[in-house]
């Protein structure tokens, strides 16, 4: 009888947490007929597991990015009320505002 190992075909390593790691053993050392049962729902909880820690990275690498556009933004900002200000204060100076 030919042994399944569950995930197998998976990414193993760091996408896969340590807990699921450990359940995923413990099922593959089941007999085949509790292990082919509860093998689907197992691989179920890892593509679940993998998907929201894809969406995870993706949400903190664009709250990254953000951050970097807000500063660039507000950077953007002082200079132009910088700008403002100067124009206003030659203006001023010259009796035309």
Known sequence: ???TTIGSNKQVGDEIPQEL???TAAIDAL???YRDTVA???SRAIDCSTRRRRILNLVQEALSQLRLDMKYLVF???ATRRERDQYREILEKEDLL
Request: charged share 40%; glycine share 0%; no cysteine.
């Open 1 to 3: 009888m030919q042994k």
């Open 21 to 23: 790691r450990e359940l």
């Open 31 to 33: 007999p085949a007929r």
């Open 40 to 42: 689907p729902a197992l």
């Open 76 to 78: 953007d900002l002082e």
